[in-house]
């Protein structure tokens, strides 16, 4: 069985669900020992009894502060070392502005940049002193397009591949690599709060991607040789610019 991730240690942010649960599986598929973070314990734990012994559940909440900062000394305690990061965890705010609740705004802002910050600015040391590591941001395709449905969401993208792009500038010299995935529209339970009729059309046209297939791109972007970064990779349904 090819297994290029074998040996790795990789901690996956929001991995309960969606595209961090697929991307889980991926890496453990590709051989690597996967820390999921997420703050549902009951998703946690049904993860580790169906994939195995290879996941080490971390029961997390990324907006407290004081939590947040346990990520890496946690996944050491618990896995040893870290390889990859996968900052994943993020949510989702749709629709008008003017129609937006600022609390729900204040939390998304948090989670999709904030605590990608953080959490990215945390591991840098350990991976700078193995001289090695890669770290890959689910950011969006509303990154690279002005969405017009999703004002703020798509800002918080926009801010968040500009700090992959940087950020990897920085440290590229000390053998890290970081980059972003940009989906379009992903089958998730992020899509709850699209309007509905937009939704429907969605599925109706064929212009949603599924989570695996988000998993299988940072499978490659992971197993590249250590001269190459793949730096942003775009996806989108071939309908979805219908």
Sequence with gaps: MNEPLQGKVAAVTGAASGIGLASTEALLAAGARVVMVDRDRTALQAARERLGDAVVPLPMDLLDPADCATLLPQVLALAGRLDILHANAGSYVGGDLVDADTAA?????????????KNVHDVLPHMIARGSG?????SSLAAHFP?????????????VDCFVQTVRRQVFKHGIRVGAISPGPVISALLADWPPEKLQEARDSGSLLEASEVANVVIFMLTRP??????DVVMLPTNFDL
Excluded: C, F, Q
């Design 134 to 138: 890669d770290i890959v941001v689910t």
């Design 105 to 117: 705004m204040d939390r998304m802002l948090h989670l999709n940049i904030n605590v990608v910050m």
């Design 147 to 159: 969405t017009p449905w999703e004002p703020v969401y798509a800002a918080s993208k926009w801010a």
């Design 226 to 231: 250590r001269g190459m970064t793949i730096r």
